[in-house]
């Protein structure tokens, strides 16, 4: 017999996408990947629009198995959420980390914790304590001319906590 993917898993070549669960009362958004570019925020909207249109629904904003990238784009998501009371209440939304859960992906978790109401469920990302990004500088070596990303920025230098969910799922 087929045994389907389970939600999470699917589309996971997409960097994020959207599924409305009417019989959940849901509105799932899966945020694959931390892309530079507007496509996550019109996602975003399109999210908050359904949950002004359905009052009853909660948002599930799932990270798990998120290596990171740019923060910038999650944070429309977090603006939309804050600008409207009837959103940003205990128990309407609700984000999923797991320990695969990594580096911009662990600070946009953070962020929807502590800047808006939502309650963070699974297990604590990778590495909470992540101090080191980068602002996309590039270093051409010298002998062979390759050229590679490197870490240029201490982004943690108080050595916050990141990604520890309110609830722990094993």
């Not at 960097?15 to 849901?26: E, K, S, V």
Request: hydrophobic share 40%; aromatic share 10%; glycine share 8%.
């Amino acid at each position: 017999s087929f045994v389907p993917f389970p939600l999470y898993m699917r589309n996971s070549a997409k960097p994020y996408w959207l599924q409305i669960l009417g019989g959940q009362r849901a509105v799932y958004l899966k945020y694959n990947r931390c892309l530079p570019g507007a496509g996550f925020q019109r996602l975003a909207a399109r999210a908050l629009k359904v949950l002004r249109a359905h009052p009853s629904y909660r948002l599930i904003v799932d990270l798990r198995n998120n290596p990171g990238g740019d923060s910038q784009p999650f944070q429309a998501l977090i603006t939309g959420i804050r600008a409207d009371p009837a959103i940003n209440r205990r128990g309407r939304i609700f984000g999923l980390i797991d320990d695969f859960t990594a580096s911009s992906a662990t600070f946009d978790s953070y962020d929807l914790r502590e800047e808006t109401n939502a309650q963070l469920i699974g297990q604590q990302a990778a590495d909470p304590i992540d101090e080191f990004g980068n602002d996309n500088r590039m270093l051409r070596l010298p002998h062979y001319g390759v050229l590679v990303q490197v870490t240029t920025s201490v982004v943690n230098p108080a050595k916050t906590r990141y990604g520890i969910p309110d609830i722990v799922v094993a």
